[in-house]
């Protein structure tokens, strides 16, 4: 029988991509007491590289949310193996941090990473609503347009 949030990503027609493995000397996930700290994910699907390049620059606002709502996806599946496959056990999305490599002067970085933000929201619900960091860099690991790391507390 699925749970609650796997019928609502059904609903949502979401399938969450494999959860990846590190690319360097790190764990994908830790667990402190009913905190589930995930390490920064980037657009990755079915092992490839997604929006590679510099929001305000190559890239729009619109390809940057769809960047960061990707790299949400692969905090979810990361969170879903840390919980050994049942999300029900995600019991708030307690904090996201995202950086988005973009062009110099650009000033949109929240509107951003609210391709993560929405996406939390439309999965989880109001347990979905987090605290918030939107940071922009020169340059993110593989030339990626975002990374996003998450905080969720659990049941």
Known sequence: MSG?????????????????????????????????????????????????????????????????????????????AACGGNLDKVGRVLKLVGYVQCATGFKDQPKVINGASDLMVQVFGDFGRHARAAVGANALPLGVAAEVEGTFELL
């Open 4 to 80: 609650r949030i796997e019928e609502r990503l059904k609903e949502l027609k979401i399938e969450l991509p494999k959860a990846a493995a590190p690319a360097a000397n790190y764990v994908p996930y830790t667990i402190s007491g009913r905190l589930l700290f995930v390490a920064g994910q980037i657009p990755i699907l079915n092992g490839q590289l997604k929006y590679v390049g510099t929001v305000g620059q190559d890239l729009s606002i619109e390809d940057g949310q769809a960047a960061a709502r990707l790299c949400a996806l692969n905090l979810i599946a990361q969170a879903k």
